[in-house]
């Protein structure tokens, strides 16, 4: 196992439903000290679907548990934009920009994506563990 992983929005999905393939990432920063990260722009993806499902109140404190965790939210910068871009243009017919931005932070750290979208694991822009849905 990588020893640091960026993870997407439905990875964190899996994980709140007590998908135990999806638990092992989140809790070998818990348990293993390995670096775990989430961009906030793959958060706010899984906030406003756990949202529609669940309600806001609860996407709030969703979203509460994973800023106390040891999961590092990682904001945009103008270089993470410029990356997400670059990537989306390269492959704007199988990613959206929310996945792009997951490939370009995951580039920036040289950690692996831990992805439920197989095209982001085909994308080979960076190493990946896909988890079906």
């Known amino acids: 196992m990588r020893k640091s992983f960026v993870l997407d929005a439905g990875v964190l999905a899996l994980y709140f439903a007590g998908r135990e393939d999806a638990r092992k990432y ?5 348990e293993r000290g390995y670096a775990v990260y989430v961009c906030e722009v793959n ?25 106390r965790s040891p999961v590092k939210v990682v904001g945009v910068d103008e270089q993470l934009t410029l990356e997400a871009a670059a990537l989306k243009l390269k492959h704007w017919q199988k990613l ?5 931005y997951l490939l370009a932070l995951a580039k920036r750290l040289n950690a692996a994506v ?15 563990v896909h988890l079906p849905a």
Do not use: H, I, M, Q
Not at 26 to 30: C, D, G, I, T
Not at 96 to 100: F, G, N, P
């Open 26 to 30: 989140v809790e070998a920063a818990y």
């Open 96 to 100: 959206s920009l929310a996945d792009c």
């Open 43 to 67: 958060l706010a993806e899984f906030l406003y679907s756990y949202a529609r499902v669940f309600g806001w109140e609860a996407a709030l404190a969703r979203n509460a548990l994973v800023r």
């Open 114 to 128: 831990v992805t439920t979208d197989s095209n982001v694991a085909y994308a080979r822009e960076a190493p990946a």
